[in-house]
């Protein structure tokens, strides 16, 4: 994979970067989709696919992007199959911060540093190419005015979008609603945004830590030998709590 294209997740993070202030919008559900961008770029890049609710690596040649290839690898290692909400559910320690980071180093945003109440030390990033902020913009804009079915790409990424609740910040108000609704709708258009975008939605509301439940016993089951109580699904992990994030990312 070549670098003059942006990934998903950096097209991602700069939607969400408000141009204003120069902080994310939706910080801790942005965490949750950076890490589902991250997984629809390597199915886009043919490196894994999905398999039914899982995650299936079914090229484990590296892209040429360091970070993707470190999730790339982290699921290789898994050696099965991985559910979506398991993997996007799971600890992203500093993964915001190492975009923000390569976006300054290309020259994409350009970190200013402050103050919280006047004490704690904060950076915020200001969008540099604001051109390529519009383009990626203007993708989803179209889309979602023209009605006509997007390319891949852009459904995915209007479909994360939606999962972390980036529609108030791009159509905010009233007057945006038909827009979020339509933005909404994209989702169909790309099964592997969908699918991801789907597990983004299911950690926010905590289904992946609910116990799968079995059917009640009827007729001889009830009355004899009770069934082992089935094992709970495996829980989400808790998102980490930023520390040292919180000094380098104002939320």
Avoid: F
């Avoid at 040649?61 to 050696?79: F, K, N, S, V, Y």
């Avoid at 915020?124 to 891949?152: K, N």
């Avoid at 609910?210 to 089935?230: C, E, H, K, L, V």
């Amino acid at each position: 994979m070549g670098r003059s294209r942006r990934t998903l997740p950096e097209e991602l993070l700069l939607l969400a970067l408000d141009p204003t202030t120069g902080t994310t919008a939706q910080p801790q559900s942005l965490d949750l989709g950076l890490a589902g961008a991250q997984l629809v770029e390597l199915a886009l890049a043919g490196r894994i696919a999905p398999d039914g609710d899982r995650i299936a690596v079914v090229a484990p040649r590296p892209t040429g992007d360091p970070t993707l290839d470190c999730a790339l690898e982290l699921l290789r290692r898994r050696g099965a199959p991985v559910r979506a909400v398991h993997w996007i559910g799971g600890p992203r320690l500093g993964l915001r911060q190492t975009y923000l980071s390569h976006l300054e180093r290309c020259g994409m945003v350009h970190a200013v540093a402050g103050q919280m109440c006047g004490v704690l030390p904060t950076t915020r990033y200001q969008a540099t190419e604001t051109e390529i902020s519009r383009e990626i913009r203007a993708r989803l804009d179209s889309a979602i005015r023209t009605g006509v079915p997007p390319d891949p790409r852009t459904a995915a990424l209007a479909a994360l979008a939606h999962a972390v609740g980036l529609g108030k910040h791009l159509y905010p108000g009233n007057e945006g609603r038909s827009s979020r609704s339509r933005l909404r709708d994209l989702i169909r258009h790309d099964p592997m945004g969908g699918l991801v975008a789907h597990a983004v939605m299911d950690v926010q509301n905590g289904v992946a830590a609910q116990p799968r439940r079995s059917p009640a016993p009827t007729g001889r089951q009830a009355a004899g030998t009770a069934r082992p109580a089935p094992e709970p699904a495996r829980g989400v992990p808790m998102q980490p709590r930023h520390g040292s994030m919180a000094r380098a990312v104002a939320h």
